[in-house]
């Protein structure tokens, strides 16, 4: 099956940092990828739909100057976190579209961010 | 606007035992259903699909899921239980055509088999 890479799996990092993550489809070209949130115990979050050379759609709540997104191929999308606070401290999943026809995502393994 | 359901946070089975875990959607057209496991830390992994055709859709690990339209359900069904089955399970449903449609997740039903 297609596979997703994501790194880094955990982060940790001073309050007022940056973080950037990095979401990878490894067998296969990606012209949409998502990126999500997920609080413990909760579903996923949508924070935003990453289209390969434009700009990101980010969903209504989530600022896009905080959550930086760029998807500058078809194999590559960030996320970068700006200037963390510890309430950004989740875990963040990204996913590849990889039929548009049947809109089947495959999932990176997740990457732990904690902001001390 | 579409909507899933997954009623029951938490399911204890047997292993052995058959399992369900239960999903029902809401999408104003036809829909794309989904079912994916996570476990603990990781991401999700896909496990089957609706799309059209067959009602009862066969997947990864021996699960299956049926596609009920009068009941606007697709419950995830396995004949016998595994402990390796633990693991926290989504439903998803996006309305057909693709074409970057998002995912709608439920909020997930956390699975415990026990010997």
């Known amino acids: 099956g297609a596979v997703v890479s994501q790194h880094p799996s955990w982060v940790i990092c001073k309050s007022g940092t940056s973080v950037k993550i990095e979401c990878r489809s490894l067998d296969f070209q990606a012209t949409t990828m998502f990126w999500y949130r997920q609080f413990p115990k909760q579903s996923l979050m949508l924070m935003a739909t990453s289209n390969e050379g434009s700009k990101a759609t980010y969903e209504q709540g989530v600022e896009k100057d905080k959550f930086l997104i760029n998807h500058a191929s078809l194999t590559l999308s960030t996320l970068t976190v700006t200037s963390a606070h510890p309430e950004d401290s989740s875990f963040y999943i990204c996913s590849a579209q990889i039929r548009v026809s049947t809109g089947e995502l495959f999932f990176g393994e997740g990457s732990r961010l904690t902001v001390l | 606007a579409q909507s899933v359901a997954q009623p029951e946070d938490q399911v204890n089975v047997a292993e052995g035992n058959p399992l369900t875990v239960k999903c029902t959607y809401s999408?104003?057209?036809?829909?794309?259903l989904f079912w994916y496991v996570q476990y603990p830390n990781r991401g999700l992994q896909f496990l089957l699909k609706y799309i059209t055709g067959d009602n009862l859709v066969k997947g990864s690990y021996g699960f299956e899921a049926e596609f009920n339209k009068s009941q606007t359900s697709f419950h995830l069904k396995k004949p016998s239980a595994l402990v390796s089955d633990s693991a926290l399970y989504f439903c998803a449903v996006s309305l057909s055509g693709g074409g970057g449609n998002k995912l709608t997740f439920g909020t997930g039903t956390q699975l415990k088999v026990e010997l």
């Open positions: 999408v104003s057209g036809n829909p794309y």
